[in-house]
């Protein structure tokens, strides 16, 4: 015993025990940790087993090094978002190229670095202090028993009426969220997400909606989804700020705003499948989605469709937006891998939709993916739209974290709303100057946080009404008002409606009237037969948003009942 209280020895028993308390981090944050006892028994189990079967911490400590290097990042996620890195967050780092990352953390890739400069430095005074250990070696033929004993005691729980332990620990979820193994978890996760999405085209291949046009005719028709980013519902001077961010909107007469329009979750790669597909939004937290787009139903009806995006493509690795962008005709991904100060303004979109327009196709599906308000805010437009000063404006690598620049930053958010009105309004401009049948349907994948009040978090992903709620608006020509006028009374009238977005597909293929097999025209905001229905968010759990609080200046969004478990 003496010899396991030399310093050595304490050391690394020390610094595996803070490794196995991270799961307790909530705690800490005043947040609940569900199923702790089991994930802390298991971590236990795990600990014994890995030093049964190496013997001696100096044999497996080099297995660590990825827990280690990624702690600084789990610790950040559960203190910003209440969660540690998942699935998502990986794909978001697979998904970002190395000048979006350094943008995002602008002069904080320094303290980055040098964390994780402390990380391996940690890591090695560890080995060290391992190799120095020879009193922590599991010698003896009981090792070698331990690893099948724990391995029963995993599956089939512990021999005690202890409450904690009534259930078997080893579940992929306790796993998952216990540390450091359960990175390994996470890990795996990860990988299946990707093996899904590039095998998803093929699984799909033979998926069909049997669409086509209620009243087929053969006047030209032209229907344009614009898919929004990061934009804020109460930011727009046409849904009542009092800021006028949206004077070219205002001025459209055939343009109604949808003022109860939420998302289920606050991510792009999670939001939009659920916007261009039929994946419930509870699943939107799956990889993947076994049905096809829009874009399939709309190229059944005999539209020629495209598929225009300010966003990134991301070649091997599909996400979950580009394996849907890619049923499209016509794809053209216009921004080279970056959302720093060389990537495109949203305006690069137009040209590419004059040539859409002026295709000889008589039906025409046309989506345009914006960058919209992605951060960094300010080189979301060009100067002509930095209307509200002191802005981020030519400020080199600012930093969303930051609270000192909370007036700032939000200057630069409301300049490029200012910039999308007027993006829209030449869109609606070249559906005037075409004289034909059409609309266009819009809608942001998620809002933004922007230091409210005394709120001290900025960007997305959290669990605020302000990354919920989000703008859509529908424009139609006279010429589709005369054609459909049941479409646009409906519209109208539903204008207040509580809508989410997983009612975009069935509404965007009412709005080009095309029927399909199995359609669910309640979930149309243009159909009489229209239902409201439960609106659920992702936050703490499935939350239903119409019987949830909205807490403190953040407006954090908690359900008043039990939120429903996610699946996983």
Known sequence: MRSLLRLPPLFVLGSYLLLSLVPCVPLLLGRPAPGLGAVLGLEALLWIAAWGMFQRPAWFHWLLLPALLALPTELYLFMYYGQGISTHHLGIIAESSPMEAMEFLGNKIWLMAAILVAMLAWWVAILLAARRSPQLTWRGKTRWLAVPAIAALAVLGWPTPTPVFQQAPFTFNNFANSWPFGLIARGVDFYNERRYLAELGMRSSNFTFKAHQAAPDNEPEVVIMVLGESSRYDRWSINGYDRETTPLLAQEPNLVSLT????????TRLSVPVIIS???????LKAGFSEKSFLTA??????????????????????PVSVF?????????????????????????????????????????IVLHTLGNHWNYSERYSKEFDKWQPSLFGVDKPEHTNVKIKVELNNSYDN?????????AQVIGQLKESGQRTAMLYVADHGQVLYDGSCAIAFHGHNTQYDFHVPA?????????????DKIKQLKRLRKARLATENVFHSLLDLGDIAYDDQHLEWS????????????VDSYGWTNYDNATFKGDCREVIDKGTPLKREK
């Open 260 to 267: 109860n329009m939420i998302t289920a979750v606050s991510a």
């Open 416 to 424: 490029s709303i200012l910039y999308t009105d007027w993006f829209l």
């Open 298 to 319: 709309y190229k059944e009806a005999g539209f020629k469709t495209w598929w225009l995006s300010n966003q990134i493509s991301f070649g091997e690795f599909d996400t």
């Open 278 to 284: 039929r994946k419930p939004a509870m699943q939107s």
């Open 473 to 485: 608006l529908v424009w139609y020509s006279d010429q589709y008002q005369s054609h459909y006028p």
């Open 525 to 536: 905001f243009l159909n009489k037969q229209f239902k409201p229905h439960k609106r659920y």
């Open 325 to 365: 962008a890619k049923e499209a005709n016509v794809i053209q991904f216009m921004n080279l891998g970056s959302f720093n100060n060389r990537s495109n303004l949203d305006q690069i979109l137009l040209g590419p939709l004059q040539q859409a327009m002026h295709d000889p196709a008589p039906k025409k599906l």
